[in-house]
């Protein structure tokens, strides 16, 4: 009664399983993270092109204002500076400070540009706070 002992390798069939079902949940977990970057990107992009498209129209305006100053500045010529601003958001608007002089004197004829800035129209309000620890 000598029976042959049979040696199992130790690496069995169900080791290799669990190994292939741990790179399947790595594989979906990384198409997971994935997905979720590329539409908080997507978020981003979008609200970046909106506010960019409202700094060009308000920068449009402006400008159309300016050709109308100056238009009106040529009927009665006097040597004034002119400030304007023009909303761009409900948080900023594109402050503009054109000197115009008749006299030919400015760099380019009838007026120079002293100001075109963004300039922030509400107040930062720092009071929010986390919640890292807990007061006692």
């Given amino acids: 009664m000598n029976k042959e002992r049979r040696s199992y390798p130790v690496i069995h069939i169900g ?4 190994l292939v079902i741990f790179i399947v949940l790595c594989l979906v977990i990384f198409a997971v993270l994935s997905l979720s970057s590329a539409l908080r990107d997507q978020n981003y992009v979008e609200k970046e092109a909106a506010r960019q498209t409202a700094y060009y129209e ?3 305006a402006a400008q159309e204002k300016l050709r109308d100053t100056v238009t009106d ?3 009665s010529p006097e ?3 002119v400030s304007y601003s023009v909303p761009i958001d409900e948080r900023q608007t594109l402050e503009v400070t054109v000197l115009l002089s008749a006299d030919g004197g400015l760099a380019n004829g009838v007026y ?4 075109w800035k963004t300039v922030n129209s509400s107040d930062w309000n720092g009071s929010s706070t986390l919640p890292v620890m807990e007061s006692q």
């Fill in 15 to 18: 080791t290799s399983f669990l």
């Fill in 58 to 60: 308000a920068n449009a």
């Fill in 73 to 75: 500045f040529l009927q």
């Fill in 79 to 81: 040597e004034t500076t």
């Fill in 112 to 115: 120079q540009i002293e100001a």
